[in-house]
């Protein structure tokens, strides 16, 4: 008894064994070999074709301003409003890359130049006359107030004789025989319902010395033509109207060295 009370004792209270059950199965161990491994994580090619795939054909590139920004809606009726639109889009396709001009902004810089000029005076009169007593400042506040009127005068006149609706003057570089200078000015109006263009064009070399060509087109095309109902410019009828009055007033014989002669044509 005496043993057995001892084996007892002796005896480890372990836990009782789990059963199978409880343990659930191992996950197996993969048998890919390391040159597979290596394949998958170096060729990923199989899951990105199908990834490509599912995003369906490629965008094709954008060629036009119509794809490349959104049409703005306008008010048909608001006259002023159609002709800066239509002002400001030829702008634009004459300085797109298959026109390449080079605008200038010289009647820009002279607007800005006698505008901002003015607004300096009118400020540096009123402060002056704000801190100096009246009877002390009479003097430079009569001449501030002159200035003022001569230099808005003066921005006033240019405008109507010198830029004289001038909306576009430029100048690109062309290499045929010879280096040439092409130098493009248009000029609009808009006796609504119609939009007329006059496009002035001479091109020359030795800068400027040699004229081989010079022409003037008449462009006339109804407002209607060229917005929707919803007032949406439709930008590729304005781009291919502009493109061919381009082509006419370069002219077939302007590469073979023709005269000055001035061509009005009218359309």
């Known amino acids: 008894m005496a043993k057995k009370k001892a084996a007892r004792a002796v005896q480890p209270q372990g836990t009782p064994p789990l059963a ?10 993969s ?3 390391p040159q597979s491994t290596t ?4 060729s990923p090619s199989s899951h990105n074709t199908h990834d490509i795939a599912a995003l369906g054909p490629a965008a094709p590139p954008l ?12 008010n048909n009726a608001a006259i002023s409003d159609l002709k800066h639109t239509l002002d400001d889009h030829v702008r634009l ?25 003015s607004v300096a005076v009118a400020a540096a009169t009123g402060y002056y006359g704000y801190v100096i007593p009246f009877h002390h400042s009479t003097f430079w ?19 109507a004789f010198v830029e004289n609706n001038t ?15 092409e130098r493009l000015t248009i000029s609009t109006s808009s006796p609504y319902p119609l939009y007329a263009l006059t496009l002035s064009y001479s091109r020359s070399s030795s800068g400027g010395k040699a004229l081989l060509h010079r ?3 008449h462009l006339v095309r109804p407002c209607a033509d060229m917005f929707d109902g919803e007032g949406r410019l439709a930008r590729g009828v304005v781009e291919r109207w502009v493109a061919e009055g381009l082509r006419e007033v370069q002219g077939e014989h302007a590469a073979g060295g023709a005269g000055a002669g001035e061509k009005d044509r009218a359309r």
């Open 39 to 42: 394949t998958s994580l170096t």
């Open 20 to 29: 199978a059950d409880h343990l659930g199965a191992a996950p197996p161990l």
């Open 63 to 74: 060629s036009t301003t119509e794809e490349r920004t959104p049409t703005p809606k306008i």
């Open 93 to 117: 396709v004459l300085t797109l890359p298959n026109q390449a001009f080079t605008r200038s902004y010289r009647h820009d810089d002279v607007r800005l130049a006698l505008g901002w000029s």
């Open 167 to 181: 909306i576009f003057e430029g100048k690109r570089r062309t290499l045929a025989s010879r280096i040439s200078t």
């Open 215 to 217: 022409a003037t087109t």
């Open 31 to 33: 048998t890919s070999s």
């Open 141 to 159: 506040v009569s001449v501030g107030v002159v200035l003022y009127v001569v230099l808005n005068t003066v921005l006033a006149l240019y405008v």
